[in-house]
């Protein structure tokens, strides 16, 4: 039997090859390292909860007729980030307001950046524009109207940032709920502050 040829030698990566995976690992490496900085960062400053509160809240060129309602709310809102180390930066707050699970009032706030241990106050002025009511929404709300006090549901979101040291944290979705929030009509110096939940 004549003798088999011998198999060939194997392949010899080439340099370039070789060059592509010492780079990936390196990049890899680096990603693992900055995601440890971040992380031991994020730990070492012990993140506080943020607070919103609704400090305040009126109404006014309130309207309601055959069940379609137009009138102007305003309410103050407080943000208060009390962690020493970690500012928030805010997108665009797409802040609407309810009646018995409808939403009657709508508008968007600037984005703004709060520092650390900050707090900011938002004036956020809701217009109801002839919106169309079920009858018996319309006629529930006209009977609070008349009680001169309206509670409402106030919802808040808006992208947000972290930003711890140099760091720049990624991007989430902050929801906030603000439940009830008293509208007295007519306005009275006492309004009673609603603190609200937050979830991202």
Request: net charge positive.
């Amino acid at each position: 039997m004549a003798n088999s040829a011998p198999p060939p030698p194997p392949a010899t990566p080439s340099p370039a090859s070789k060059l592509v995976r010492i780079i990936a690992v390196v990049i890899l490496a680096l990603i693992v390292l900055v995601g440890l900085a971040v992380l031991i960062t994020w730990l070492a400053v012990k993140p506080k909860q943020l607070v919103l509160r609704i400090e305040n809240a009126s109404a006014r060129d309130f309207s309601l007729k055959n069940d379609h309602l137009n009138a102007t709310f305003s309410f103050l809102i407080k943000a208060h980030n009390p962690n020493g180390r970690i500012s928030v930066y805010y997108g665009p707050a797409e802040v609407s307001a309810a009646y018995d699970g409808q939403t009657i009032a709508f508008n968007t706030l600037a984005p703004f950046r709060q520092p650390r241990r900050n707090v900011t106050r938002l004036a956020a002025t809701l217009v109801a524009r002839d919106v169309a009511l079920p009858r018996d929404v319309s006629t529930d709300l006209a009977v609070q109207k008349k009680s001169g006090n309206i509670g409402l549901v106030v919802r808040i979101k808006a992208r947000i940032r972290f930003k711890v040291g140099i760091f720049k944290l990624k991007h989430r979705t902050l929801r906030v709920s603000c439940s009830p929030v008293k509208v007295r009509m007519p306005v009275f110096k006492n309004f009673e502050t609603t603190t609200c939940d937050l979830d991202w």
